[in-house]
């Protein structure tokens, strides 16, 4: 018989490749990748492949294989115990908001959008019980709350037909195509004529399109995309710095700091495992 419980849960895990983590929900889980983490996410006979633009909704008592999709991934599993369930229900349920339904809902593994507001939700509650450590402040209540009803009001569009945009803006066929080469060459820089041509466009029209779509230059986004790699190897604790240096392209540990430096505002000697954090129930 499950025990009932009062607040909810927040792990923050890393696995870098080749590596396998295997996570089990005691509780219905959102799982959200870190900044620009991609992960694969395996359950049964069904795979998912999550970025920021998605989240990956898991039943309890799901047991499922983590993988990066390229060098590591840095994710959020958020579990929502019975008392924050019942108080998103409570305060909303003049919005329509049933615990018969949600239970029904989170039964069932899904992939729903990451909104703007629900990305800016899972970032603030992150912060405030990881990097505060506030796991009982007020903020950290009104946070899941907030988010359990949100995840509420992402199914019931789901199952709707209705379902709301995205976080991600769309892009177009040549800078998707871009982005893809990009990703799958990421520690080996690729020439703007080679993304041209795989891209079926012009040097000049991809750069135009690109900046528009993705707010940078090609040459800005490989930049940045290496030091998130290098934060996601970082925080998994499987490599030294000048392990990790090496592993995302560059030719000496001293350009990697200073690079590293200026993206995150400290060395990434500073940085540390990450570890498991869970909410004290209250």
Request: positive net charge; glycine residues 6%; aromatic residues 8%.
């Amino acid at each position: 018989m499950n025990k009932k419980t009062t607040g909810a849960t927040l792990e923050v895990l890393g696995v870098a490749a080749p590596d396998v983590l295997v996570l089990e929900t005691r509780l219905p889980t959102v799982v959200s990748p870190l900044e620009s983490a991609i992960g694969i996410f395996e359950h049964r006979s069904e795979r998912h492949t999550i970025d920021r633009s998605r989240l990956l909704l898991l039943p309890q008592g799901a047991k499922v294989r983590v993988r990066a999709h390229t060098s590591a991934l840095s994710f959020a599993a958020i579990g929502f115990a019975d008392a924050v369930i019942d108080r998103a229900v409570l305060l909303n349920g003049r919005l329509g908001v049933t615990r018969e339904r949600f239970d029904g809902w989170l039964a069932i593994p899904a992939v729903v959008p990451r909104t703007v507001w629900v990305h800016e939700v899972i970032h603030r509650y992150v912060f405030e019980c990881h990097a505060l450590e506030e796991t009982a402040s007020d903020a950290a209540r009104f946070l899941e709350v907030e988010l359990a009803k949100e995840i509420y009001f992402l199914l019931r569009d789901r199952d709707g037909g209705a379902e709301r945009a995205s976080i991600q803006r769309e892009r177009s066929e040549p800078v998707r195509r871009a982005v893809a080469h990009i990703e799958q060459h990421l520690f080996g820089w690729t020439a703007v004529s080679e993304l041209s041509r795989v891209s079926g466009t012009s040097e000049s029209s991809l750069l135009r399109a690109f900046r528009r779509e993705v707010g940078e230059s090609p040459a800005a986004y490989w930049r940045a995309r290496k030091l998130e790699e290098a934060l996601h190897l970082l925080s998994s604790g499987s490599h030294s710095v000048a392990e990790v240096s090496e592993r995302v392209g560059y030719e000496n540990a001293a350009a990697f700091g200073e690079a590293f430096r200026r993206r995150f505002g400290r060395p990434p000697s500073t940085f540390k495992p990450r570890k498991v954090i869970r909410r004290a129930p209250s």
